[in-house]
C-alpha cells in the first residue's frame, strides 16, 4: 500500500483543513463572550449553559437536521438568506464549516470559562482601584491571563472539527471538491469497491491529524503561560 495521497484524496484535506479553520475562526469571538457571560451570576444561567453544552450530548445527526431544517433551502431562514443576502449553506463548504463549528463550539467555551474562572479577582479589583475601566481591565488583565484557555480550546476545537461527519453529512451533503471532508472522504472509500487502500491512508492521516492535534493544544498552552506570566 502506497501512502501516496491522491488528489481527490489531497482536496478532501485541504477542504478539512478549510472548513476547521473557517469554524473556529468565525466561533472564537461569541465563545468567549458565551463564556465571560457564564462566569456571571443571572437568572437563567443554568439554562444557557445546558444550551451551549446541547451539541455535546446530542447526536451530530440531530445537529445536521436541525441545520437543514433551519437554514436549508425549503426553510424560511434559509430561503431568505439565499435570496436577500446571497448567503447559501447548504450544499456548501461554509455550511460544513457552520456544522462543525456548532458541534465544537463548546470545547471552546469550556476550556475558555475555566481560564477566565481560575483568574484572581484580587488583580481585577486591583486593576479597578489603579483607574482601569472595564474594557482596559478585559484588555490588560482577562485577555492575556485568559489566553492559554482561549489558545487550548481553539486548537481542540480546530482538531475535532477535522473529525467531524454527521451534522456534516447531513447538513451539506457529501459533494466532491465542496464538502467531502476528510472522515466523509474515509466513507467514501470504505462503500468504493477496492477502495480499502485508500481509506486506511486516510484513517492513518486522521489520527495524525488528531495527536497533532492535542499535542499541539497542550504546547501551545505552555507556551502562553510562559509568555504571559499566569
Avoid at 444557557?48 to 445536521?64: C, E, F, K, S, T
Avoid at 456548501?92 to 483568574?119: D, H, K, Y
Avoid at 477502495?195 to 495524525?208: F, I, K, Q
Wanted: net charge neutral; charged share 10%; hydrophobic share 55%.
Amino acid at each position: 500500500m502506497t501512502f501516496a495521497l491522491s488528489e481527490t484524496e489531497l482536496q478532501a484535506l485541504l477542504l478539512s483543513l478549510k472548513v476547521s479553520a473557517a469554524a473556529v475562526a468565525f466561533a472564537l469571538p461569541l465563545a468567549v463572550a458565551t463564556a465571560l457571560l457564564l462566569t456571571r451570576s443571572f437568572p437563567g444561567r443554568a439554562v444557557l449553559d445546558a444550551v451551549v453544552h446541547l451539541p455535546i450530548v446530542l447526536p451530530p445527526v440531530v445537529v445536521g437536521y436541525l441545520l437543514l431544517i433551519t437554514l436549508g433551502l425549503n426553510a424560511p431562514l434559509g430561503r431568505f438568506l439565499d435570496e436577500t443576502l446571497g448567503l447559501r449553506f447548504m450544499f456548501s463548504w461554509t455550511g460544513a464549516a457552520l456544522a462543525a463549528g456548532l458541534i465544537t463550539f463548546p470545547f471552546q467555551v469550556r476550556a475558555i470559562r475555566l481560564a477566565l474562572e481560575a483568574i484572581d479577582p484580587g488583580l481585577m479589583q486591583a486593576a479597578e482601584t489603579l483607574g482601569a475601566g472595564p474594557l482596559d481591565r478585559f484588555v490588560s488583565v482577562t485577555l492575556p491571563l485568559a489566553a492559554p484557555g482561549i489558545l487550548a480550546g481553539a486548537v481542540t476545537a480546530y482538531a475535532a472539527s477535522l473529525g467531524e461527519f454527521g451534522a456534516i453529512i447531513t447538513f451539506v451533503s457529501n459533494i466532491p471538491g465542496e464538502t467531502r471532508t476528510l472522515p466523509l472522504a474515509i466513507y467514501t472509500a470504505i462503500q468504493t469497491p477496492g477502495g480499502e487502500a485508500a481509506a486506511a491512508r486516510l484513517v492513518a492521516l486522521s489520527v495524525l491529524l488528531a495527536f497533532a492535534g492535542l499535542i499541539g493544544s497542550e504546547l501551545a498552552a505552555r507556551r502562553v503561560k510562559r509568555l504571559t506570566g499566569s
